[in-house]
């Protein structure tokens, strides 16, 4: 069983940055591809990024790319979202999701846990 929890959302002007957490309980976790999405109200669950469970290989939406980066620190078991130049379209709830044992991939049916979630409001 393995437990995901994000922290770091909140209230952030157009333009702006926000760091996302996700840490990760349970053993192995270098070996978990992670990935994070987002789910604005009545829409569904988008795919924002991913990255390899060594962090070697990544992968972005077209509407992030530029903007955010995914990263991982294995010795902590964290996986990071960093946010910049934020728009309001990226306001959403965000989620951090694990892949075990996992290869890069958008769909989110392949993704095994799923954290409870972060609010991000970026206002104009």
């Known amino acids: 069983q393995v437990q995901l929890v994000e922290s770091g959302g909140g209230l952030v002007q157009a333009g702006g940055s926000l760091r996302l957490s996700c840490a990760a309980s349970g053993r192995s976790f270098g070996t978990y591809a992670m990935g994070w999405f987002r789910q604005a109200p009545g829409k569904e669950r988008d795919f924002v990024a991913a990255i390899t469970g060594s962090g070697a290989y990544t992968d972005y939406s077209d509407a992030v790319k530029g903007r955010f980066t995914i990263s991982r620190d294995n010795a902590k078991n964290t996986v990071y979202l960093q946010m910049n130049s934020l728009k309001p379209e990226d306001t959403a709830v965000y989620f951090c999701?694990?892949?075990?044992?996992?290869?890069?991939?958008?769909?989110?049916?392949?993704?095994?846990?799923w954290g409870q979630g972060t609010q991000v409001t970026v206002s104009s």
């Open positions: 999701a694990a892949d075990m044992p996992g290869a890069l991939t958008r769909r989110p049916t392949a993704y095994d846990y």
